[in-house]
């Protein structure tokens, strides 16, 4: 039983966070952020160092490494809220290693692994994917139905309607297209959606990590009555609680992200746990954030609205926390009803 | 990351299923109130005393079986899945024997550890007093120096198995001049003497787990000092921080049954297809299983750092938060059952009012998670 990162993950969390301070520095993401813009540099450097491709397989030009690692990078690239479109990548990517044919997986990985082709997962309801994130930049989408079958687009397939989120760091469209268009995945799609719920969730604990360490540096700052505003317990209470949904949901997205690869057939309840304990953290760390920080929390100027934002479109995605504890009531009666618990 | 046992772990397991299975402890005493219940507790540590059970986390000199850490967690994921009684003397083996294994001289190791393993000496905790409870350093209890002996008066409270007790960790200000930290001694008090009284406090489920002490010049020789004059503090940091160590996932996988439990009774009246109870008790689900992962990812911490990361606080606060919700939970869904006084749920729900309380107040651990953790400003207050 160990619980820790090896030392190789310690070192891709070290480098990555590093780097990413580096390059995606707020005043960056802002910048981008402000434009509608994705930062196109920093995706060229991240490919070139392999990053889109970590958890494809080697045969595919990927990594070949695991979950893990790429929960890793989720997590940072939550935490720093780069303006790439990392996530709808290895989400798409995801999808059509776990559900692909051969053909299929010929057809798109090798260029999602080294980053030259940007993909992007929607979910159709009633025909349309609505925000479907990193769609306006991809050459390959894919479509989820009802979480159980899916589709494969090239870009010029699809309709794509570019139309802002309130998370301009991304960009987002609706994506239509006619039932004949693209190729069906035939394989295990719920494989592939319960490792892309699990990316996003470790993206959220990114997001929420961040949150927090924002909120505790400015609170320990600000000053009112003549003492720091954090030595109220009313505000350091509210931040302990922030660190407990953040550690709670970290865990739950650790788990998941061993079990995919180590343990298959708990994934889909620690998927859904997973998702459920980030989707309510990012949307409760986040909102706390903006309360902790004041009146300078609720302006543009500050950073923390755009973790929010973030939050709120990862929270919802593919399923919310209610979405997910639903789909985990049907676990737990099937079996209650098979006498196992 | 491996969040499998190694053959090792799962050997020591099986091994401890095994015995487990084949020497069960006698059915609950059906009547005969606390005391009956608790030499049913004593009996059972004897057995796992002469199966070698009793504490296998103790170094083999002393009567363990020197088990890792994480054995240690499993032994007690164990104790707590197969549903025996605890321990009689489980303040003994938890905190009194590893406090005196770090503290003691070679002939209080000699004396005193044998005796508490077999539970032929039951320990109690004489640390809370009426005014100190969370600020514990505050206490009054006086010891006072008499030739070779000291001589203690004053008062405690909350102290679990007292009326059974031979021996109580007791905490007492040696030296009033001193700083508040500074002046505290630990003695091994002999609670055998007429100058201790001890009253039974009936808690809200009607039951008498803790008492008072009401000391009056109770008499105390040098040699049961440990850790020697004026360093009680310490001592008695060793004693507390050991508190939660193993117990917490004894409690982890009770909480855990009892939600199976529920879930059963959920299923059985449809309830599970009805979209309030099936969100509530699926957030339980997911909050048993994140408490029993960062139990786990706390002991991974310490193993590795030498020292316990923030989970042990995170852990007790949402457990106990979780268990007043799933024992309140229950109410809804077993019904009148759940209100009716002396049935299992009724029990669960009142007894589970004392978790976010007991061992720390939820208060304080969020104080805790605050100052040690996120590095806040500690609230200034009168010292």
Redesign the interface.
Known sequence: MDFGFTDDQREIQRTARELLADRARPDKVREHAEAGTSDEALWTELSELGWPGIALGEDHGGQGLGRIELSILCEELGRSLAPVPFLPSVMAGTLIEQAGSHAQQERWLGGLASGETVGALGELVGGAAELVIGAPEAQVIVLIEEGRTARVLAAEEAEVEPIASIDSTRSTARVSAPEDAGEPLEGDVAAGVDRALVAVSSELVGVSDRALEMTVAYVKERRQFGVSVGSYQAVSHRCAQMLLDTEKARSTAAFAAWTADADPERLPEAAAMAKAAASDAGREVTSSAIQAHGGIGFTWEADVHWLYKRAQLDAALLGGAKVQRAHLAAILAERSALGVA | ??????PQ?TAFRDELRAWLADNPPDPKPADGGDDAQYAWRRDWQRRLYEGGWAAPQWPTEYGGRGSTS?ES?IYFEEIGRARVPMPANILGTLLGGPTLMLWGTPEQKERYLAPILSAEEIWCQGFSEPDAGSDLAALKTRAVKDGDEWVVTGQKVWTSGAQYATWCMLVARTDTEAAKHKGLTYFLMNMNQDAIQVRPLRQITGEAEFNELFIEEARIPDANIVGGVGNGWKVALTTLMNERAGLGFSLQIRM??LL?DL??IA?DRGL??N?LY??E???L???C??IR??A??G???AE?YGQPG??GS?VK??WSDTNQRLTQLAVDIVGPEALTANTGWSYEQLRARGNTIEGGTT?V???I???R????????VAV
């Open positions: 990351m491996d969040l499998t046992f190694s772990e994480t967690a855990r049954q199976d879930i059963a299923a599970l297809d979209p099936a969100d008790l699926a957030e689900h997911v909050r299983e994140s992962l960062l786990w990812k002991l991974t911490d590795r923030p989970e995170l606060w949402l208060e651990l969020k104080n998670v605050a100052e953790v996120l590095g806040l400003p500690r609230l200034k």
